[in-house]
């Protein structure tokens, strides 16, 4: 893929993924990383990456247009991964809105007045609500976020399809299930239970997991997500939302038996734990029919393969710690 992109947000486990993508590929001129680096260890995700010398890093925050104006200014197209979540009760709706609603206007104003052609952004299952959980959610059904997070997705959605019909700046919209993988971070309340259960495995602690273990999940590897964004990218498709999942029905119990078997760990099982109040999982099953025909994307990773490479990186980080 030619040019210059900006990652926006690229201290993520998400964007620190895409830009090892992008510097691996050699038709990519260079990448630039901003992020406001608000998650403390971030930094570290992209150590490998800036020493390959095609990228640079600018510490900004969405919510400023200046810093975008001064950053985005030659750019071939931006992939925006910046966003805050918040499950814990009304005092962080504010901040959630101005991040991820304000700031991706922002983000696809800028781009309009800068002439730059194309943006691709990260929407999340969390936009369908909470659908009934044998049904497998598609692209065009109406939006019922239950979240603040959710609605604020939701929001970027609105603009994005705007922006691409009357504004000049092509856009694709991705909605990401439950991404796991390297760099997975603790906060990570949605994909909490596979980087907690294999650090206490790890640790030799018996897990604790929220929720009975029937939960079903679209678990979905970090690396077809940066694949995902990339196809997105390349895409001629304008306006569009893609589902970026596997369409395949995991339950909680089900991931944390393969994680067990995979550590080769017998007894200890897992102590269950009720959700705190107002902790949702976002159990929807998303089709990959139209990202498959459209984008020509499919997630190849297996559950256990992405496992392996989650706990081979656990390994190493706990190692370091010791
Ligand atoms: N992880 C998942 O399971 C999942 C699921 C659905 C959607 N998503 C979306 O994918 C994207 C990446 O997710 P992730 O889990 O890799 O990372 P994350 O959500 O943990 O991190 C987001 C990044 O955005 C940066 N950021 C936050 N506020 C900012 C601001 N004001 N200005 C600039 N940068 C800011 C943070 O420093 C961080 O590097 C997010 O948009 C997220 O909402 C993630």
């Given at each position: 893929?030619?040019?210059?992109?900006?990652?926006?947000?690229?201290?993520?486990?998400?964007?620190?993924?895409?830009?090892?993508?992008?510097?691996?590929?050699?038709?990519?001129?260079?990448?630039?990383?901003?992020?406001?680096?608000?998650?403390?260890?971030?930094?570290?995700?992209?150590?490998?990456?800036?020493?390959?010398?095609?990228?640079?890093?600018?510490?900004?925050?969405?919510?400023?247009?200046?810093?975008?104006?001064?950053?985005?200014?030659?750019?071939?197209?931006?992939?925006?991964?910046?966003?805050?979540?918040?499950?814990?009760?009304?005092?962080?709706?504010?901040?959630?809105w101005t991040v991820n609603a304000d700031g991706f206007f922002n983000i696809v104003d800028v781009a309009r007045e800068l002439g730059i052609p194309r943006v691709v952004t990260s929407s999340s299952a969390a936009v369908y609500g909470e659908l009934p959980s044998d049904e497998l959610c598609?692209?065009?059904?109406?939006?019922?976020?239950?979240?603040?997070?959710?609605?604020?997705?939701?929001?970027?959605?609105?603009?994005?399809?705007?922006?691409?019909?009357?504004?000049?700046?092509?856009?694709?919209?991705?909605?990401?299930?439950?991404?796991?993988?390297?760099?997975?971070?603790?906060?990570?309340?949605?994909?909490?239970?596979?980087?907690?259960?294999?650090?206490?495995?790890?640790?030799?602690?018996?897990?604790?997991?929220?929720?009975?273990?029937?939960?079903?999940?679209?678990?979905?590897?970090?690396?077809?997500?940066?694949?995902?964004?990339?196809?997105?990218?390349?895409?001629?498709?304008?306006?569009?939302?893609?589902?970026?999942?596997?369409?395949?029905?995991?339950?909680?119990?089900?991931?944390?038996?393969?994680?067990?078997?995979?550590?080769?760990?017998?007894?200890?099982?897992?102590?269950?734990?009720?959700?705190?109040?107002?902790?949702?999982?976002?159990?929807?099953?998303?089709?990959?029919?139209?990202?498959?025909?459209?984008?020509?994307?499919?997630?190849e990773t297996s559950l256990e393969e992405g496992i392996v490479a989650q706990i081979k990186f656990q390994r190493s980080q706990l190692s370091t710690q010791s």
């Amino acid at each position: 893929m030619r040019g210059k992109f900006c990652v926006i947000g690229g201290g993520s486990m998400i964007g620190s993924t895409l830009v090892d993508h992008l510097v691996a590929d050699p038709e990519v001129e260079s990448v630039r990383v901003l992020d406001a680096f608000f998650a403390d260890d971030n930094r570290g995700n992209l150590a490998d990456a800036l020493a390959t010398g095609k990228v640079d890093l600018v510490e900004g925050d969405i919510r400023n247009r200046e810093q975008l104006r001064e950053h985005l200014a030659g750019m071939d197209g931006v992939f925006n991964l910046a966003a805050v979540m918040s499950l814990d009760g009304a005092g962080k709706n504010e901040w959630m809105w101005t991040v991820n609603a304000d700031g991706f206007f922002n983000i696809v104003d800028v781009a309009r007045e800068l002439g730059i052609p194309r943006v691709v952004t990260s929407s999340s299952a969390a936009v369908y609500g909470e659908l009934p959980s044998d049904e497998l959610c598609r692209e065009d059904v109406p939006l019922r976020p239950s979240t603040v997070y959710g609605a604020t997705k939701a929001a970027c959605e609105m603009l994005a399809s705007a922006y691409s019909a009357s504004q000049g700046v092509s856009t694709a919209v991705l909605r990401y299930g439950v991404v796991y993988g390297p760099r997975l971070h603790r906060r990570a309340k949605s994909s909490l239970v596979i980087s907690d259960v294999i650090d206490a495995l790890l640790r030799g602690e018996r897990p604790t997991v929220i929720g009975d273990g029937t939960q079903v999940c679209d678990w979905v590897y970090v690396g077809d997500v940066a694949r995902a964004n990339i196809a997105a990218m390349q895409s001629d498709s304008t306006g569009e939302v893609f589902n970026v999942g596997t369409g395949g029905r995991r339950t909680v119990a089900e991931v944390i038996d393969v994680i067990y078997r995979l550590l080769g760990v017998d007894g200890q099982p897992p102590i269950f734990e009720p959700a705190p109040e107002g902790v949702r999982y976002n159990q929807n099953i998303m089709s990959p029919e139209k990202s498959e025909q459209i984008l020509g994307f499919r997630a190849e990773t297996s559950l256990e393969e992405g496992i392996v490479a989650q706990i081979k990186f656990q390994r190493s980080q706990l190692s370091t710690q010791s």
